[in-house]
């Protein structure tokens, strides 16, 4: 997911008016560009092989307009549309297209869903704030006003929950059960941004490896390859 496609796909992405409401359809209706958080959702919805309409809406002025804030009132991206449901929040679109079309991608007992809760609720409190603030920094800062001590905080702070993801990872393939679930998905969905920063987590054998399992799904390429 680099800057430049990022920057081109904001210059690019399409306005779709009170068409959405007008020509509503039986499948469901993902709003989000690739270069973007939406990609954990378009992964996601990939991921659980149902039909779907892409609008590829982007986190410009499209996304503030009347018709866009009427089904994500925050003006952001992504947002889902399954008939009268209206869902905005990657991890609750993704949880909810899990359940409701991924089969074994959801858990299948009470306390799996809650560890998949539990990781998806911890990817955007542990890891999110401080891979944003280097984000923030590298691409959207220019270079004159960058604050290395910012950069060098949050990667000292992104140790600690790496160290704990570590942990949890030793002895097995996944986060959750035997097979790749929501779980993986959501949190690896949150550390795209590492690999989009080039962070280095190599120290953590069992974390670089359950990455490169989880980023080598076919559904995340066929997400990446979305507008």
């Not at 393939?173 to 779980?183: C, K, N, Q, R, Y």
Request: hydrophobic residues 45%; proline residues 6%; charged residues 20%.
């Amino acid at each position: 997911m680099s800057t430049e496609r990022v920057a081109a796909t904001h210059r690019t992405a399409p306005f779709y008016p009170l068409r959405w409401k007008e020509k509503m359809s039986e499948k469901p209706k993902l709003f989000g560009i690739s270069g973007s958080r939406a990609l954990r959702s378009l992964w996601a919805i990939e991921e659980v092989g149902i039909d779907y309409e892409q609008v590829p809406v982007s986190y410009g002025a499209d996304s503030k307009a009347a018709d866009f804030t009427a089904i994500n009132p925050n003006g952001r991206i992504p947002a889902l549309v399954d008939g009268d449901l209206q869902i905005f929040e990657s991890m609750a679109i993704n949880l909810y297209l899990a359940k409701t079309y991924g089969g074994g991608l959801y858990p299948s007992t009470a306390a799996h869903e809650a560890q998949a809760w539990q990781w998806s609720v911890w990817g955007i409190s542990e890891i999110e704030p401080l891979q944003m603030q280097i984000v923030v920094q590298t691409f959207f800062t220019p270079e004159e006003k960058r604050n290395p001590k910012v950069v060098d905080g949050a990667t000292r702070g992104l140790l600690r929950p790496l160290k704990v993801l570590d942990a949890a990872l030793a002895g097995r393939d996944w986060l959750v059960g035997a097979h790749f679930s929501v779980a993986d998905l959501n949190l690896a969905g949150v550390m795209l941004l590492l690999q989009m920063i080039k962070f280095d987590y190599r120290e953590f054998s069992q974390v670089q490896r359950w990455a490169d399992a989880c980023y080598a799904r076919p559904a995340l390429a066929r997400a990446k390859a979305r507008p």
